[in-house]
Structures are given as structure tokens and as C-alpha cells.
């Protein structure tokens, strides 16, 4: 099992780096796998197909940052859901910032790989909502829980919309970005919460 992780993470790793190349349309299965050291066979056992590849990357990369988050959140100890929605967004923004994955398929549209954070995010998006409604839930249970899937929903995709749509100017720096999250999630989440 572990070498299976680890081929499969060989794979994630090769694909990563044809993406951040900018060859990701260009690519072939068989210059995947050679670049991990497999066969392409081994490639399509893993995965089925290059489109396969491309989600499973983009939901390695969703765990990475939920995993950065809830450590940063950790760090910080909100002691509201409304700081630690403002916490979780703007170390969100900022690591985006300089991802090389994100920038690779956010600055060139030939990759077809946006989508995945758009018309097919689900994976992304039900990650980041799934974090958030289980911290939450979590570290303030009496939250009403629809109140809770809703906000949570909400707040996963402003935050994936800031990344594939960053904000220039003053109103566009982390800090900013997580004070607009903060102010929704209190008029949202924490009404009638004393």
C-alpha cells in the first residue's frame, strides 16, 4: 500500500511539474510517466485517464492548503468563528499568492485545468466547506448547523473566487479580503450568537 501511495505521489508530482512547466495540453500520459519513473501503464492503472490525473491533483493540492489552514488556525486560536474565518482567508490569499500550481492555471487558459476550480470545483469547493462546517462545528457546537452548511458553502466559494479572480488595489490585499470575510460571516453566522 505505501509503494502504491508512493507511485501514486510520483505520478501527482510529474503531473505538477508538466503544469507549472506549461505543458500540461501538450503532455502525454507516456511523458507523464516517464518524468515519475513508471510506465504509462502503471499511470492509467492509478488514474484511468489524463483528466483523472488533473482532479486528483487539484484535489491534492485542496488537502494541502486545508491542511496549511487548520495548522495556521491552530496557531492563532480564534476565539470566534469570525476570526477564524478571517485567519483562514487571508493565510489562504496569501499562500495563493505564491503557489506556482495556481499561477500556472490561473495565467495561462491553454491548460484546461480551471475549470477545476470553477464549473467543476466540486472537489475543491465540498473540501474547503467540509473543513470549514467540521471546524466550526467542532470548536462551537451550539452554531445552528444550517446556519452552519450555509455560511460554510458561502464562504468556500468567495475564497476559491478571490483566488481565481484576485482583487487589485487596497481593497484586494489578504488583510482586506479576510475583513470582508469576517463582516459576512458576523452578519451571516453570528446573529442572535451571543
Known amino acids: 500500500m505505501a509503494e502504491s501511495r508512493s507511485t501514486r505521489d510520483a505520478l501527482l508530482d510529474a503531473a ?8 500540461w495540453r501538450k503532455a502525454r500520459m507516456v511523458d507523464v510517466a516517464a518524468a515519475a519513473g513508471v510506465s504509462r501503464q502503471t499511470l492509467y492503472n492509478e488514474f484511468g485517464s489524463k483528466d483523472a490525473v488533473a482532479q486528483a491533483l487539484a484535489q491534492r493540492e485542496a488537502e494541502r492548503f486545508i491542511e496549511g489552514t487548520n495548522r495556521f488556525i491552530d496557531e492563532v486560536h480564534p476565539g470566534r468563528p469570525v476570526d477564524a474565518v478571517a485567519a483562514a482567508t487571508e493565510w489562504t490569499i496569501r499562500e ?9 492555471v490561473l495565467t495561462d487558459d491553454t491548460h484546461d485545468l480551471l475549470p477545476f476550480l470553477t464549473t467543476r470545483g466540486e472537489v475543491v469547493i465540498g473540501a474547503a466547506r467540509r473543513n470549514i462546517e467540521s471546524y466550526w462545528r467542532s470548536h462551537w457546537p451550539d452554531l445552528p448547523a444550517q446556519d452552519v452548511e450555509l455560511v460554510s458553502e458561502m464562504v468556500a466559494r468567495l475564497t476559491i473566487s478571490y483566488l481565481v479572480l484576485p482583487s487589485d ?13 469576517a463582516q459576512l460571516v458576523e452578519r451571516l453566522l453570528m446573529k442572535g450568537v451571543s
Open 169 to 181: 488595489g487596497p481593497d484586494g490585499s489578504a488583510e482586506a479580503i479576510a475583513a470582508r470575510m
Open 96 to 104: 495563493a499568492s505564491d503557489n506556482p500550481l495556481l499561477k500556472a
Open 16 to 23: 505538477y511539474d508538466v503544469i507549472v512547466a506549461g505543458d
